[in-house]
């Protein structure tokens, strides 16, 4: 945790989820009003085909919904794609660029994931900007190079604390079970801190950094206890309503 930040805990449905599931997200609606919600804040990511309607869920709870992806541009042809305008016309606040699959399966290219931020931007919402090594990348030893040029390539000048999220998600980590050790995440975190102070000043060291890959109720304790890890982003395990709302819960633990 970074002293007087407010955590963030943020699950990203992807390519998952249909109206079916909206009874997850009012459980996780009904699950965060509670005072805790005042310390930490709560968002689910679902589908875009499901955005309006689940904004529309949580009209009197805290829970915050935004979208896994967005445009460059507020509009145009690009057929298949939504803009930062729609999602904030869907009342959503956030939405996530750089998703390590959107690199892999699109080919996003840092410039392209920085484009993406800075169209977030523009329509109101905060951008959570991942980044995070390969496994080819770790066993290289380069994982704090990945960072730098990650972070300095993919955030926008114009990031602020208020405007930005960094999410450090090591791909081997994503949706394998595996997570790396406690100092591992602890060095990782320090490192980005320092990166986004040298560039950023006081704003850089307000701004959240999530760690994501694997997060579970069984880890999340010690892994959202790590100096510097400002939440988490959360895959599969933020389709249940119970191990969301377990993951958020740790934080009446770490902040009582
Ligand atoms: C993710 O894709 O953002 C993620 C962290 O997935 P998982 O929690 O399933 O590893």
Known sequence: MTPNVRPLVAGNWKMNGTRASLDQIKAIAEGVKTPLSEKVEALICPPAT?????????????????????????????????????????????????????????????????????????????????????????????????????????????????STVIAYEPVWAIGTGVTPTLEDVEKAHAFMRAELVSRFGSDGRKMRILYGGSVKPSNAGELMGIDNVDGALIGGASLKASDFLAIYRVYEQLLA
Request: hydrophobic content about 35%.
């Open 50 to 162: 499901l955005l309006y309607v689940a904004t529309a869920l949580c009209d009197d709870s805290p829970l915050l919904i935004g979208a896994q992806d967005c445009h460059q541009n507020k509009s145009g042809p690009h057929t298949g794609d939504i803009s930062g305008e729609m999602i904030a016309d869907c009342f959503g606040t956030h939405v996530i660029v750089g998703h390590s699959e959107r690199r892999t399966d699109h080919a996003e290219t840092d410039h392209l994931v920085r484009a993406k931020a800075e169209a977030a931007y523009e329509a109101g919402l905060t951008a959570i900007i991942c980044v995070g090594e390969t496994a080819d990348e770790r066993r290289a030893g380069q994982t704090l190079d990945i960072l730098k040029r990650q972070l300095s390539s993919s955030v926008p000048a114009s990031a602020t604390a208020a």
